[in-house]
């Protein structure tokens, strides 16, 4: 079965700052999506990068793949007070997005 | 544009007491649905799916059992609750061969 796994479990930055969450996975995958959940509210998908993209952008947000090491990481630049959250990635194995694992999750906090 | 509604936004239960936990989905025919289980502090464990009425694959046995009832409806339930089931479910959608996942707010479950 997948793993997905963030690589550290809790960040902590001061506004302004950029910062970047790892994660890394044991099997093949067909896509790996970034979530972020605030306090009790579900997660929101933040970007989507298939396995033959290297690099994906939305806004403030930038998340990289490595197929060859299973790795992908989400750089937050400008970080804001609201970028609080815990962040998970996510991999899926298929197209059809029945089976999603998710990693543990991070837990950032940006500091005023 | 898609709605999302999870009934109810909270319960506190009493161990071996049955549960009924309820989604659905507007606006969207022939979703993907799934539950989600969230511990305290916890990752996102996918507890069922279903892609289509009357269909539903168990990921995860937690002495649970869910039904799809109708294209937009998706129900959680136990006839005998256990203190392991608190948490927070959460009930998703996608669309048919597409990867994102969109989540409901979620309902919080304390089991006493």
């Known amino acids: 079965s997948q793993l997905a796994e963030e690589n550290s479990w809790a960040l902590s930055v001061h506004e302004g700052e950029s910062v970047t969450v790892n994660c890394s996975y044991k099997t093949s995958i067909t896509a790996l999506q970034w979530y972020r959940q605030k306090s009790g509210k579900g997660p929101a998908q933040l970007i989507l990068i298939r396995s033959n993209e290297r690099e994906k952008r939305n806004g403030r947000l930038r998340a990289t793949l490595d197929t060859s090491s299973q790795s992908s990481s989400l750089s937050i630049t400008a970080t804001r007070c609201e970028d609080t959250a815990v962040y998970f990635c996510a991999t899926e194995n298929n197209n059809a997005g029945a089976k999603l694992t998710f990693g543990g999750g991070t837990r950032l906090t940006v500091r005023p | 544009a898609q709605t999302i509604h999870q009934w109810p936004v909270a319960e506190i239960k009493a161990v071996g007491s049955p549960l009924s936990l309820g989604c659905t989905i507007k606006?969207?025919?022939?979703?993907?649905l799934y539950w989600y289980w969230q511990a305290t502090g916890g990752t996102l464990q996918q507890l069922f799916y279903s892609i289509t009425v009357g269909q539903v694959e168990s990921v995860v046995q937690l002495n649970l059992s869910a039904s799809r009832p109708k294209d937009d409806q998706f129900i959680l339930s136990t006839e005998k609750l256990l203190l392991s089931h608190s948490g927070f479910y959460l009930c998703?959608?996608?669309?048919?061969?597409?990867?994102?996942?969109?989540f409901g707010k979620g309902t919080r479950l304390t089991v006493v």
């Open positions: 606006g969207k025919s022939s979703p993907n």
């Open positions: 998703a959608w996608s669309p048919q061969g597409a990867a994102e996942v969109f």
